[in-house]
């Protein structure tokens, strides 16, 4: 009874596991309702937010940019660092546009949402319009993030059926494939942790 319910259990995890990276990622890849292409003329970086396993272990650097279109709008735009610099900030960019095709997302940490809505409130930026709101973003990286989750989601499945399968039938596994194993594990969870930043 408890081994049919661990089963029962661990099969729910996957479930829910395989829903969250490989679903997820297919919809971020083909939602075409809050995908936006503008052309944005001038951007500053906001704020940078730097992710860490409990303190100690940093996986990834966030960096949120305030763009802003021929129109006068304003978006929240996360991007790869030094994004502004690269395109508005240096003498040959004068006058450049910058076309942006990105994924309009709900900004899901709190800490980081009330920061952002912390600096634009800030009195230079009132006068300006925001058509998505201070609490969505439009993420430039969206298709590098989905492609990295569903590339972990499939590993992750793959790994786990294989160890299943290996388990069931008694298969003698010799050490060299268990630290193969193990190392695709790891690659596993460390594209997981990018992704999710």
Same mark, same amino acid.
């Given at each position: 009874?408890?081994?049919?319910?661990?089963?029962?259990?661990?099969?729910?995890?996957?479930?829910?596991?395989?829903?969250?990276?490989?679903?997820?990622?297919?919809?971020?890849?083909?939602?075409? +309702?809050?995908?936006?292409? *503008? %052309?944005?003329?001038?951007?500053?970086?906001? =704020?940078?937010?730097?992710?860490?396993?409990? @303190?100690?272990?940093?996986?990834?650097?966030?960096?949120?940019?305030?763009?802003?279109?021929?129109?006068?709008?304003?978006?929240?735009?996360?991007?790869?660092?030094?994004?502004?610099?690269?395109?508005?900030?240096?003498?040959?960019?004068?006058?450049?546009?910058?076309?942006?095709?990105?994924?309009?997302?709900?900004?899901?940490?709190? +800490?980081?949402?009330?920061? *952002? %809505?912390?600096?634009?409130?800030?009195?230079? =930026?009132?006068?300006?319009?925001?058509?998505? @709101?201070?609490?969505?973003?439009?993420?430039?990286?969206?298709?590098?993030?989905?492609?990295?989750?569903?590339?972990?989601?499939?590993?992750?499945?793959?790994?786990?059926?294989?160890?299943?399968?290996?388990?069931?039938?008694?298969?003698?596994?010799?050490?060299?494939?268990?630290?193969?194993?193990?190392?695709?594990?790891?690659?596993?969870?460390?594209?997981?942790?990018?992704?999710?930043?």
């Amino acid at each position: 009874m408890k081994k049919g319910l661990r089963n029962v259990f661990i099969v729910l995890l996957l479930g829910i596991f395989l829903a969250y990276t490989i679903v997820f990622s297919i919809i971020d890849l083909t939602n075409k +309702k809050d995908r936006y292409t *503008l %052309d944005i003329v001038y951007a500053f970086e906001i =704020l940078e937010v730097e992710h860490s396993i409990n @303190g100690l272990i940093p996986f990834g650097t966030d960096h949120y940019y305030i763009g802003m279109d021929d129109e006068d709008n304003t978006y929240l735009i996360q991007a790869p660092k030094n994004w502004d610099t690269n395109n508005f900030s240096s003498e040959e960019n004068d006058g450049k546009t910058v076309k942006i095709t990105a994924l309009a997302k709900k900004i899901s940490d709190y +800490k980081v949402s009330r920061e *952002l %809505d912390s600096q634009m409130t800030a009195p230079e =930026l009132n006068s300006f319009k925001m058509p998505l @709101g201070s609490s969505m973003c439009l993420n430039l990286s969206y298709i590098r993030d989905s492609v990295l989750k569903l590339a972990s989601g499939i590993l992750l499945i793959a790994l786990a059926l294989s160890a299943f399968i290996a388990r069931r039938k008694n298969i003698q596994v010799p050490p060299v494939v268990v630290k193969i194993y193990l190392v695709l594990f790891i690659v596993c969870l460390i594209l997981l942790l990018i992704s999710l930043r």
